[in-house]
């Protein structure tokens, strides 16, 4: 198995721009989970998914972050505008359902200048 | 105070120690998680209990739930052993919330 798969892994960008960050999570997990890691907040979660249906978006730190499910085999982060403390790294992992393991992928580092 | 307190923050022994970290935490949960993030950034699930006690080559995990306490111990600790573990809770739903992690430095 591929695991769970972001893009890009790595991104640099202007202030103001708008970002997308990506995820395939692993075949056949049903629950997607979108977290954020910085050095002073440590790990966070932004946002889960069950079934492509967002059930807590708690995390989203404010409207300038969405995130979209349209299928079981991708996930899309948006930040627009972006803003230079959205820097960070964004973790995307993927789970069979309920109170179980999950699986993380290899993160994106965001650079907001 | 935060949800789930690790300690401690920093910890370096020698090649061959028995390490011990720990994880307290104030709600009542439904499982807690142990993960480990090397230096290059990738993280990985090493256990996910809700009681007792789980082992895994040279890692034991270990819980008490009345006090709200869990371990993580590794036996004969090396140098790749090296790097930051964070411990994680979930309370009913799936969202975790994780504490501020174990920076483990193992010196050969």
């Known amino acids: 198995d591929a695991g769970v798969i972001q893009s890009p892994r790595h991104e640099v960008t202007e202030m103001g721009q708008e970002v997308t960050l990506r995820c395939k999570p692993i075949s056949g997990h049903n629950s997607l989970f979108w977290y954020r890691q910085t050095m002073m907040r440590g790990l966070e979660l932004l946002i889960y998914?069950?079934?492509?249906?967002?059930?807590?978006d708690s995390g989203m730190p404010e409207d300038r972050f969405s995130a979209k499910m349209p299928n079981a085999s991708f996930s899309t982060l948006k930040i627009q505008p972006s803003e230079p403390r959205d820097s960070a790294v964004y973790f995307c992992?993927?789970?069979?359902?309920?109170?179980?393991?999950?699986?993380f992928g290899p993160g994106t580092r965001l650079t907001v200048l | 105070k935060n949800e789930v307190e690790q300690s401690p923050q920093n910890l370096t022994a020698q090649e061959g120690e028995f390490i011990t970290i720990n994880c307290s935490y104030s709600v009542g949960i439904s499982a807690l998680h142990w993960l480990q993030q090397h230096p290059g950034g990738g993280i990985v699930s090493l256990f996910m209990l809700s009681s007792g006690k789980k082992k895994h080559g040279r890692l034991i995990a270990t819980i008490n739930i009345q006090e709200k306490h869990s371990s993580l111990h590794i036996t004969a600790s090396h140098p790749r052993d090296s790097a930051v573990y964070i411990c994680?809770?979930?309370?009913?739903?799936?969202?975790?919330?994780f504490g501020q992690g174990t920076r483990l430095t193992i010196n050969p």
């Open positions: 992992a993927s789970s069979l359902g309920g109170q179980v393991e999950q699986f």
């Open positions: 994680a809770v979930s309370a009913g739903a799936q969202k975790l919330v």
């Open positions: 998914f069950n079934n492509n249906v967002p059930i807590d």
